[in-house]
């Protein structure tokens, strides 16, 4: 597989209208259909590790990392009975330059929308208005649409706007309910206004404590982009002090009841130090699944009144794996396993990814740094101990010329499923029995001592395949939620291809990549290369990163590809969930394609894998509801 390099700019969603562009790009070559298929054949892990350099590429992000920047505020539209059925609110407008409004509705057709300045003037959406969208994931059909009205110039203050129909309350809400899979609380619509040049908010989680009956805590402030044009990822801007008068959480639960909390600026509240300008609040996770959670600041800014919210789409996990502070070694033929005790309720999560960093000493007794250990594991039983167990290479000791005794530090434990830390401790001492001590020792006598890193020490030693019968192909992967492969539409320009499928569904990545590993079994492929786009690359990524299978044995510089991938999380997650509950519309929320849930999957990639990726990106003209920022990959 030897494909050039390319970057894709396109006007559109980086869906069908991409594909001819790309298949032009990409040296492929007519396509073989095949569809997911499920075995039982096992698939082999890697056991990954990295030199003491990569520590700090393997630590659990800040959840700063993940914060939400933005200029706009958002407010649910619940018509009103009345003469006519309407909505009536006031629109905080801080930017002279202008402001986007924006309005989604699953019954627009029978909607009427006004709006007047600050002045009482009517402004006329007739000659401003474009129809506009939110697309879901990969799917081809399901589009929210919308209304997008551009306000240039405008004037600061509050601006009247007004939802209105002739129908009768009873007869829109049996609509609503006929077009989305909305029953109780039925809200009509989503207003989200941008304002231009302005003030944004920035929202974070406090911690990523979030498993059930954690307390999951927001910290939100105002801050000027102007003052942070180079704003870096996961270092909070300061805020801009005693411009909001009111802070307000609202969290909504995955069974869709809402808590609101005050949000407070008393250092108490995961807010800081007292009056900072941070405020803070948090709720009990009561339930497991993904929750909505907003922040909205109100107040006055030196340009105007305003209004700013931030949604982020939050996972809860249940109780699960924790550490007692144990961990104890033995020995094989060939390397030393690292045995980390858990406890509690470890049987809730399937699978794992524990890590951990070796040291030992040096002749003369100091700290010496050995090697990073991760690798996905199930919890098994050792010597009468519920355990993770992880290989150590022998070599790693040996180049490190460390000595016993050693120890553990960093040590977490992340659900794969999630990336949700469930266990951390800083450190805990690793014990040898004599014998194991012995093993060792006359293991990393054997060993060359040149300083070398192999691909064994990196990733374990790959097991013994049956080759397959069908050569090698290029397996091409589509993102969340697509009902069909979008480079499958043009079959015609490909050749050596199989398009992977699982039409409308939401995966996590490690789902996702094992019916991929599953799919390529059933087609009895020798080795492949991976093509994916959205969350099809990240997908790829994964595969790469943690299994033994026949994309190691690809050959050429392209064996791995990403077109669009949100490789760093989107930051419209949980809008997006917002509108597809509101729609009736989506396969469900990805906490992996959030900027917290990305965050936390990157801390398991090594800096090897990574290297091996290839990546294209896209581009959306500036302007218009994704132009700004939203959907730029």
Request: with cysteine.
């Amino acid at each position: 597989l030897n494909t050039r390099t390319a970057r894709v700019r396109s006007p559109h969603h980086p869906g069908v209208q991409l594909m001819a562009v790309l298949a032009l790009a990409l040296v492929c070559a007519a396509a073989v259909l095949g569809a997911p298929v499920r075995t039982n054949t096992p698939i082999a892990r890697k056991a990954l590790a990295g030199p003491p350099e990569e520590f700090s590429e393997h630590t659990l992000p800040n959840p700063l990392v993940g914060a939400l920047k933005t200029s706009s505020g958002s407010y649910f539209v619940q018509l009103q009975r009345g003469l006519k059925s309407s909505w009536s609110h006031l629109i905080d407008v801080d930017s002279t330059v202008g402001f986007t409004l924006s309005v989604f509705s699953p019954i627009e057709d029978k909607l009427t929308i006004s709006l007047k300045d600050p002045n009482g003037k009517e402004v006329d959406l007739s000659k401003i208005g474009t129809q506009t969208f939110w697309p879901y994931g990969d799917s081809t059909s399901e589009l929210i649409t919308g209304k997008i009205f551009v306000i240039e110039p405008a004037i600061d203050g509050d601006y009247s706007l007004t939802i209105s129909s002739p129908e009768s309350l009873d007869t829109l809400n049996r609509i609503t309910r006929e077009r989305t899979r909305q029953a109780v609380d039925i809200k009509h619509g989503l207003v989200m206004v941008f304002n231009q040049g302005s003030d944004e908010i920035y929202s974070h989680l406090a911690a990523y404590n979030l498993q059930q009956g954690d307390q999951v805590g927001l910290g939100s402030r105002m801050y000027s982009p102007q003052a942070h044009p180079n704003l870096v990822q996961g270092v909070a801007p300061a805020a801009l002090p005693d411009v909001v008068k009111t802070a307000v959480l609202e969290a909504v639960f995955p069974d869709g009841h809402r808590v609101t909390k005050a949000m407070h600026d008393d250092g108490l509240h995961n807010d800081g130090a007292a009056n900072d300008g941070e405020f803070g609040a948090s709720f009990e996770a009561t339930e497991v699944g993904i929750y909505t959670v907003q922040a909205t600041l109100q107040g006055q800014s030196a340009t105007g009144p305003f209004v700013r919210t931030a949604q982020h789409l939050v996972q809860v996990i249940p109780r699960a794996a924790s550490f007692t502070g144990n961990a104890f070694g033995s020995m094989s033929s060939s390397s030393l396993a690292v045995h980390i005790e858990v406890a509690g309720s470890y049987s809730s999560i399937p699978t794992y990814r524990p890590y951990f960093e070796l040291w030992g000493k040096t002749a003369a007794g100091a700290d010496v740094p050995v090697a990073w250990f991760s690798s996905l594991e199930d919890v098994e039983t050792v010597a009468g101990r519920a355990v993770f167990s992880l290989d150590v290479d022998p070599a790693w000791i040996a180049r490190a010329e460390a000595v016993a005794p050693f120890e553990l530090r960093n040590v977490y434990a992340q659900d794969v499923d999630s990336w949700i830390p469930t266990a951390f401790k800083p450190s805990m001492p690793l014990t040898l029995d004599a014998a194991t001590h012995a093993a060792l020792q006359a293991a990393i006598a054997k060993t060359a001592a040149n300083g070398e890193i192999t691909k064994a020490m990196r990733e374990g030693v790959a097991p013994v395949r049956t080759p397959g019968p069908n050569g090698g192909k290029l397996v091409i992967l589509h993102g969340y939620c697509a009902e069909k492969n979008p480079f499958a539409l043009q079959p015609e320009d490909w050749t050596d291809v199989l398009f992977f499928l699982n039409a409308s569904q939401s995966m996590t990545i490690d789902e996702y990549a094992n019916q991929v590993l599953a799919f390529v079994a059933a087609n009895g492929l020798a080795s492949f290369g991976v093509l994916g786009h959205s969350q099809g690359g990240m997908v790829s990524l994964h595969i790469l990163n943690y299994y033994h299978s026949g994309l190691d044995l690809a050959v050429g510089n392209r064996k791995a590809q990403a077109l669009a991938s949100p490789f760093h999380g989107n930051s419209g997650g949980g809008t997006a969930e917002t509108l597809g509950k509101l729609f009736g519309m989506g396969c469900g929320a990805n906490y992996d394609l959030s900027l917290d849930g990305a965050a936390l999957w990157l801390s398991g990639l090594s800096r090897e894998s990574v290297a091996q990726m290839n990546y294209y990106t896209t581009q959306y003209d500036k302007g218009g509801l994704f132009g700004n920022g939203w959907c730029n990959m």
